[in-house]
T-cell receptor, first 114, second 113 residues
Framework: DAGVIQSPRHEVTEMGQEVTLRCKPI?????LFWYRQTMMRGLELLIY????????DSGMPEDRFSAKMPNASFSTLKIQPSEPRDSAVYFC????????????FGSGTQLSVL | AQSVAQPEDQVNVAEGNPLTVKCTYS??????LFWYVQYPNRGLQFLLK??????LVKGSYGFEAEFNKSQTSFHLKKPSALVSDSALYFC???????????FGTGTRLQVFP
């Protein structure tokens, strides 16, 4: 099993540009989570899906952020327009039925907005 | 609301010595508690969990954690530290109402040769 796969590993963009982060969960997992990690705020849950349906997006910072899960094997997190304060490491994680017992994390996307 | 606290930003220990990374929790009802480790430039990895049963939980890489209900603590321990254990360690609790995993702020463990 390849684990949770995220792309790109690094993204450098200019303020105002659209950024799309991608995630492929582990096959068979029906929960998918997007987290953001910064030095100041630690690890924050942005949104999570169950069976491709968004369950809780209360952690999404503002309307500039959106996430989709069109099928069981793919999810995107989009920021439009991006701002320097969005610079962070974004992690995707997945787990199987039973919810939160054990999350599997991807290696993250390091986003730098200049 | 459920929460965990990690009172130490950093823990330093010499290789071969025992290590403890502290975590306290605040929950309503029975806690579901977890420890995760993050190595540089990697995502978090699951170490161990406490759901119910024996208060001493054994996990990956020789780590264990002791659930103490009276002290509301779930400290991570290892009898003999390795330099390769140097990483960022996160305690987490499952929020029963929202089914979310709430992470602590993390503790950086530095093991010196």
């Amino acid at each position: 099993d390849a684990g949770v796969i995220q792309s790109p590993r690094h993204e450098v963009t200019e303020m105002g540009q659209e950024v799309t982060l991608r995630c492929k969960p582990i096959s068979g997992h029906d929960y998918l989570f997007w987290y953001r990690q910064t030095m100041m705020r630690g690890l924050e849950l942005l949104i999570y899906f169950n069976n491709n349906v968004p369950i809780d997006d209360s952690g999404m910072p503002e309307d500039r952020f959106s996430a989709k899960m069109p099928n069981a094997s793919f999810s995107t997190l989009k920021i439009q327009p991006s701002e320097p304060r969005d610079s962070a490491v974004y992690f995707c994680a997945s787990t199987g039925t039973g919810g939160m017992k054990k999350l599997f994390f991807g290696s993250g996307t390091q986003l730098s907005v200049l | 609301a459920q929460s965990v606290a990690q009172p130490e930003d950093q823990v330093n220990v010499a290789e071969g010595n025992p290590l403890t990374v502290k975590c306290t929790y605040s929950v309503s009802g029975n806690p579901y508690l977890f420890w995760y480790v993050q190595y540089p430039n990697r995502g978090l990895q699951f170490l161990l969990k406490y759901i119910t049963g024996d208060n001493l939980v054994k996990g990956s890489y020789g780590f264990e954690a002791e659930f103490n209900k009276s002290q509301t603590s779930f400290h991570l321990k290892k009898p003999s530290a390795l330099v390769s254990d140097s990483a960022l360690y996160f305690c987490a609790v499952r929020d029963i109402e929202t089914d979310k995993l709430i992470f602590g702020t993390g503790t950086r463990l530095q093991v010196f040769p």
